[in-house]
C-alpha cells in the first residue's frame, strides 16, 4: 500500500497541461479496451454463448434495467428500434471518453504514478463511465416507454447501480492492459529523457 501511496504528486503550480508523449498510448488504451469490450458484448455469437452458460445474468433485462456493457455493433437485436442502436453506440462512446478522462486526470495530477495506482485510476473510471452509459441507456428505455417520473429515475438508479456492479466485476479487466502499456511506456521514459539532457551536456560553451 505504501507503493500507492507515495507515487510523487505534480504541484498544482507546476502541472503539465496536456499528456506527455509517452502517456498518449496509454490513454488509447484506457478508451480503446472498454470500446472492444462493448463490442465483444455487441457480438450476437458472444451473447448467444452467455446466455446459454449464465441466462441469469441477462434478468434485469426482462425489466428494462441495461444489461452488462454497452452494445458496439452495427446491426439492432431483433425487435429493437433503430433509435436503440444509436443510444448504445453513444453509451459506448461516453464509457470510452470517460475512462480516458479519468485516467488523463489521474495522469495529470500524479505523473510519476506506479503501475498500481495507475489501475486504479483506469478501473474507477470503468465504473464512473459504465454507470453513466448505463444510466443513459435506461433514460431512453423509458422516455420510449412514457412512463411517469417516479419511474424515470427509478430507472435512472437502477441503470447506474447495474453500471456499477458490472464495472466492479469486470472493470478490472479493464484496467490491467492499461496499468500494463503504462509500465512497458515507463520503461523507456528515462532512456529518452536521458538523451536531451546527455546532448546538453556535451554542447560547447
Not at 458490472?166 to 529523457?193: D, E, K, N, S, Y
Request: hydrophobic content about 60%.
Amino acid at each position: 500500500m505504501n507503493v500507492i501511496r507515495n507515487s510523487d504528486r505534480a504541484p498544482d503550480d507546476r502541472a503539465p497541461r496536456g499528456p506527455a508523449p509517452h502517456n498518449a498510448l496509454t490513454l488509447v488504451v484506457a478508451a480503446a479496451v472498454p470500446l472492444f469490450t462493448c463490442a465483444l458484448f455487441g457480438s450476437a455469437a458472444f451473447l448467444t454463448w452467455l446466455g446459454a452458460r449464465a441466462a441469469w445474468l441477462m434478468l434485469p433485462t426482462s425489466l428494462g434495467v441495461p444489461f452488462a456493457f454497452p452494445r458496439l455493433t452495427f446491426h439492432a437485436l431483433v425487435g429493437q428500434p433503430a433509435w436503440n442502436l444509436g443510444i448504445e453506440i453513444l453509451a459506448a462512446l461516453i464509457l470510452a471518453a470517460v475512462a480516458a478522462w479519468w485516467v488523463h486526470r489521474a495522469l495529470l495530477r500524479r505523473p510519476e504514478a506506479n503501475s498500481w495506482r495507475l489501475m486504479l485510476s483506469a478501473w474507477a473510471g470503468i465504473l464512473l463511465g459504465l454507470a453513466l452509459a448505463n444510466s443513459l441507456r435506461a433514460v431512453a428505455a423509458v422516455l420510449a416507454a412514457g412512463a411517469g417520473p417516479l419511474a424515470f429515475f427509478s430507472y435512472v438508479f437502477a441503470g447506474a447501480l447495474t453500471g456499477a456492479l458490472w464495472a466492479l466485476c469486470l472493470g478490472w479487466l479493464c484496467a490491467v492492459p492499461v496499468a500494463l502499456i503504462h509500465r512497458l511506456t515507463a520503461r523507456t521514459r528515462p532512456r529518452t529523457q536521458a538523451e536531451p539532457e546527455a546532448g546538453a551536456e556535451n554542447q560547447p560553451s
